[in-house]
């Protein structure tokens, strides 16, 4: 989805993953967002404030980040704030893909060389050494769990998940969409999917808590207008969360975050995009076509 350059398999894919994201689907996931909350309030109470001990809170944000996404994704938590550790390298790992990805976005010609480097490609096929991603791996589990009901799924549809009064995730979804456009989806491209759903979910959700977090820590006028808004009582608090239907009261919150947001964009990529061959001529100045474009966020 992010890298592609063909149009009709972009197309074709959105048509396949939209309805796992309108709002009406994402609301339905509020359970699963809620028990990895309450595990969070509980653990900060118990490894933080009842012992005085130093909080890394960014880390500890994105330990938050990553098993809410998981808990949309798979109905399970990787961990992460359980046993307040970096999971199976999960996070070092993706610190080091991402520097990696850095470099050949604009030199791509060097993954040949490393990466993609077609001697350790091989070797990897026969088994002789390892290069599945430590996140990859967690989905893969995941998957392999629910093969039976997956399978059940990809045949019946959402037909399959009514009758079991299951709740449906994300992973669910995209293998309803394995029984809709069987044309298109099949199992990798659902554990593709999943997977980039974690890794790049989780990052960009933990940097957008951070930084929320960190502009009010200096800004204590916005600390205290968000507390007067939160204590007017209007909400109801229900086992110390707040829900999706009572955030909606919240004006002064929901402005908060966007400008932390437009201040600290989660992204720092220019998101580029390549004109179509006819070109274009933008405020005087004309785009010859192939030309590769983007915008700082």
Known sequence: MFSTRDVDYHARYRRCVNNAFTMMSLVTLE????????????QTEKLFAQTG????????????????VGSITFSKRLGFVDRNEDVDGILDFLTGFGEYSSLIGQMPG???????NVVLMQLARWGFISRTFPLAQFALGRVKER???????????????????????LLSRFNIAVHERPDFMNHHVVL??????????????????????????KHPRVHAHLLDELSNGTISFADSLVSWAESQRLLYLDAMIQEALRMYPAL????ERIFPPQGAEICGHLIPGGTTVGCNA
């Open 192 to 217: 593709t999917t999943a997977n980039t759903m974690v890794s790049a979910g989780s990052e960009t959700t933990g940097i957008s808590l951070s930084a929320v977090f960190s502009y009010l820590a």
């Open 147 to 169: 093969e039976l009901e997956m399978k059940e799924i990809q045949a019946k549809g959402a037909d399959a998940i009514r009758k079991s009064g299951q709740g449906i995730d």
């Open 110 to 116: 060097i993954d040949s060389l490393l990466r993609k």
């Open 53 to 68: 001990k130093i909080c890394i809170f960014n880390n500890w944000l994105q330990y938050f980040a990553f098993d809410v």
């Open 31 to 42: 359970p699963l967002v809620d028990s990895t909350t309450k595990v969070f309030l509980d």
């Open 268 to 271: 720092g990529l220019l998101l």
